[in-house]
T-cell receptor
Framework: DGGITQSPKYLFRKEGQNVTLSCEQN?????MYWYRQDPGQGLRLIYY???????QKGDIAEGYSVSREKKESFPLTVTSAQKNPTAFYLC?????????????FGEGSRLTVL | QKEVEQDPGPLSVPEGAIVSLNCTYS??????FMWYRQYSRKGPELLMY????GNKEDGRFTAQVDKSSKYISLFIRDSQPSDSATYLC???????????FGTGTSLTVIP
């Protein structure tokens, strides 16, 4: 089945450690996104990518990094510079970055910093 | 002012009731509108996707867009306990590369 796979579903990290969240899609979508979801705050955009080897910062990119070496993969690294990383992270994709396509989400990754 | 406003609820209804969920927005350039259902600790699931004004129906779900009032609605008929979730609205313009979300409305359908 086509879809977006995020891993791991749950991750615990000690302060000062970097962690990488995986996102893979087999929908042949050009655009991929990372959002952070906190209670009462809705979805906030971290990074997005319109095409391989290109990505742009979203509203809350500080303390995060991404890469887009393959069309189907868009991993997110939460660095030790992110001051409040405990959150629910959602990866999403759309057939095209600018246009009419709807947005599809993965199942999410819950990161907890101990 | 936020670009998209959504009443967070919580909303509680008896099984079988008609549910009305709503969002308002400020940017008249929005043309594509989405409704998502999100269960606890899961990713949002796309329910409805509509373009411009008008109605779209899919089973028990109806999405309405009123661009003149900058107002969108999702109606759920014959609501079921399995409809208990948070519902998110989202929208985009046709030339933009970002989506804009409401904060979600929490719905509980009581058996």
């Amino acid at each position: 089945d086509g879809g977006i796979t995020q891993s791991p579903k749950y991750l615990f990290r000690k302060e000062g450690q970097n962690v990488t969240l995986s996102c893979e899609q087999n929908l042949n979508h050009d655009a991929m996104y990372w959002y952070r979801q906190d209670p009462g705050q809705g979805l906030r955009l971290i990074y997005y990518s319109q095409i391989v080897n290109d990505f742009q910062k979203g509203d809350i990119a500080e303390g995060y990094s991404v890469s887009r070496e393959k069309k189907e993969s868009f991993p997110l690294t939460v660095t030790s510079a992110q001051k409040n990383p405990t959150a629910f992270y959602l990866c999403a994709s759309s057939i095209e970055a600018s246009g009419t396509g709807e947005l599809f989400f993965g199942e999410g990754s819950r990161l907890t910093v101990l | 002012q936020k670009e998209v406003e959504q009443d967070p609820g919580p909303l509680s209804v008896p099984e079988g009731a008609i549910v009305s969920l709503n969002c308002t927005y400020s940017n008249s350039a929005f043309q594509y509108f989405m409704w998502y259902r999100q269960y606890s600790r899961k990713g949002p699931e796309l329910l409805m996707y509509t373009y411009s004004s008008g109605n779209k129906e899919d089973g028990r779900f109806t999405a309405q867009v009123d661009k003149s009032s900058k107002y969108i609605s999702l109606f759920i008929r014959d609501s079921q306990p399995s409809d208990s979730a948070t519902y998110l609205c989202a929208m985009r313009i046709n030339t933009g590369n970002q989506f804009y979300f409401g904060t979600g409305t929490s719905l509980t359908v009581i058996p």
